[in-house]
Nanobody
Framework: QVQLVESGGGLVQPGGSLRLSCAAS????????MGWYRQAQGKQRELVAS???????NYADSVKGRFTISRDNAKNTVYLQMNSLKPEDTAVYYC???????????????WGQGTQVTVSS
């Protein structure tokens, strides 16, 4: 069974930093896309940043220059370094990954349980 476990959320003041981590575990053959989404209260879930297994990255315009996504393929882990945080970054952040479980064909999407990030003074 494959699962994603997130950590690193919390309360931070405007201008502060947080680092989110998401580790994939279980019977994994390969991981392609890994990314972070967020959902603020009353809003739709949106893509924040993504990274391919080759290291190509993509960011939402609202976080460019402030957030950095990275991954450690040996640890099946993706990170989101968030700097210069703003109150509008407040949301539940979800990890997402396209994973091919062992002994199967094709990638499947998996989601983490979500971690709350609150930016407030």
């Amino acid at each position: 069974q494959v699962q994603l476990v997130e950590s690193g959320g919390g309360l931070v003041q405007p201008g502060g930093s947080l680092r989110l981590s998401c580790a994939a575990s279980g019977s994994i053959a390969s991981i392609n896309f890994m990314g972070w989404y967020r959902q603020a209260q009353g809003k739709q879930r949106e893509l924040v940043a993504s990274i391919t297994n080759a290291g190509s990255t993509n960011y939402a315009d609202s976080v460019k220059g402030r957030f950095t996504i990275s991954r450690d393929n040996a640890k099946n882990t993706v990170y989101l370094q968030m700097n210069s945080l703003k109150p509008e970054d407040t949301a539940v952040y979800y990890c997402n990954a396209e994973i091919r479980p062992r002994y199967t064909f094709g990638n499947r999407p998996y989601w983490g349980q979500g971690t709350q990030v609150t930016v407030s003074s």
